[in-house]
């Protein structure tokens, strides 16, 4: 297996096809390459985990921020980790000693939004093949979310289409939040393209006066995505198998974020609380 960098939530999506209820637990052993407090993780390049993953070098959430203390690039260490249904974080991360480390420094990731910065604009195609930037939904405040239509696992990208749905109607129902819109951004541009997102969206009734379906150039759509830490790998051997982590973004009307909800336990009433709290447009 190749060496990548991924967000743990990787290793929980790849799982999720037989995934069981309970939250397991595993112990394993490496050395810190890197010690990131300001985003709560660890990078180790870890031994075998017996029984989940092979040997390979990723990025570990602590659940506690303290277990950061004193820890530095070069550290042995043995930790716990913990996988629930829709999270990993270690538990303990315990020194056993240190050694000087010949790898390059991990690179650091990509730049994801926080809360009050504005989003990147990119130019995207609607579900009816209308080139639409995203900045051309300035003036409403937004639920952004991103899925690809052949997402074969149920409480993944058809999920996020039911929280939407749901959604969707209490905007419909409330005044207040007339000018709330979806969009729900193809994480799978190259086979999502307009028609088929059309015919996806009626499938779930989409109002297209609410919610909005986006794809684009793959390229494009990539960069766009990544601002808000969405992390996508195509199984080359099998189109339909893409791995991929869950991220629903909350946009005010003048385009910055407010928030980003990770994985699938949000839920659609979250969600309104999130966006009537944003302030609405000046009119
Ligand atoms: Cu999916």
């Given at each position: 297996m190749r060496l990548t960098w991924v967000p743990l939530l990787f290793a929980v999506a790849l799982t999720g096809c037989s995934r069981t209820p309970d939250a397991r637990t595993y112990e394993l052993q490496g050395q810190i390459l890197a010690v990131r407090p300001e985003r709560n993780e660890v990078v180790i390049k870890h031994e075998d985990i017996k029984?989940?993953?092979?040997g390979m070098t990723m990025p570990f959430t602590v659940k506690?921020?303290?277990?950061?203390?004193g820890r530095e690039r070069g550290d042995l260490v043995t930790a716990t980790l913990v996988v629930g249904e829709t999270q990993a974080y270690l538990t303990t991360l315990t020194r056993t000693g240190h050694q000087a480390v010949a790898?390059?420094?991990p690179p650091p990731p990509p730049d994801i939004l926080s809360a009050g910065q504005p989003v990147k604009d990119a130019p995207l195609v609607d579900q009816d093949d209308r080139p639409r930037a995203f900045?051309?939904?300035?003036?409403h405040r937004l639920a952004v979310t991103f899925i690809y239509?052949?997402?074969?696992?149920?409480?993944f990208c058809p999920l996020m289409d039911k929280h939407f749905a749901a959604v969707q109607k209490t905007i419909a129902a409330t005044p207040s939040l007339a000018d709330v819109r979806l969009v729900t951004v193809t994480l799978d541009p190259a086979f999502d393209r307009p028609a088929i997102l059309k015919a996806y969206a009626k499938r779930r009734e989409a109002d297209p006066a609410i919610w909005t379906f986006l794809t684009g150039e793959p390229a494009v759509v990539n960069t766009f995505a990544t601002q808000f830490g969405l992390y996508v790998e195509h199984n080359p051997q099998n189109p339909i198998d893409i791995t991929h982590n869950l991220r629903t973004a909350v946009i005010d009307p003048?385009?910055?974020?407010v928030t980003i909800h990770n994985g699938?336990?949000?839920t659609p009433a979250e969600l309104v609380a999130d966006l009537s709290a944003a302030p609405a447009p000046a009119n």
């Open positions: 029984g989940f993953m092979p506690d921020p303290a277990l950061l203390n790898d390059p420094p900045s051309s939904f300035k003036g239509t052949r997402c074969p696992i149920p409480n003048e385009g910055r974020l699938n336990s949000w």
